[in-house]
C-alpha cells in the first residue's frame, strides 16, 4: 500500500526538527570561523567534526553542499522508517 498525500504530510513534520537543527548547526559552524579563514586562508578551521572540516577546509560551498546532502541523508532515513513503520501498522490493521 503507498502512502496517502496526508501520511506524506503528517511525516513532513519528522523531518522539519532535524532540518532546522542541521541547518543552524552548519550556520553557527559558518559563524564562528575566524577572520582569517574568511580572507581566504581556508586551513585555518575551526570546527569539532573531522569529516566537516575537511569541508570547509576545502571551501565554504563546499561545507554548504555537504551540509545539505546530510540533511537529505537523514530525510531519507527518517522516510524509510517512517514508510516501515507505516507499512507494519496497515499490515497489522488488516
Do not use: C
Not at 14 to 39: E, I, K, T, V
Not at 61 to 74: K, Q, S
Amino acid at each position: 500500500m503507498l502512502l496517502t498525500a496526508r501520511s506524506d504530510r503528517e511525516s513532513a513534520w519528522f523531518l522539519l526538527p532535524p532540518a532546522a537543527l542541521s541547518a543552524l548547526d552548519n550556520g553557527l559552524s559558518l559563524y564562528s570561523q575566524s577572520d582569517a579563514y574568511w580572507a581566504g586562508d581556508y586551513g585555518s578551521v575551526s570546527e569539532l567534526s573531522p569529516s566537516f572540516a575537511k569541508y570547509l577546509a576545502i571551501h565554504p560551498i563546499a561545507f554548504a553542499a555537504a551540509g545539505v546532502l546530510w540533511i537529505e541523508l537523514r530525510f531519507l532515513a527518517i522516510q524509510a522508517v517512517i514508510f516501515d513503520l507505516f507499512v507494519q501498522r496497515v499490515a497489522v490493521d488488516a
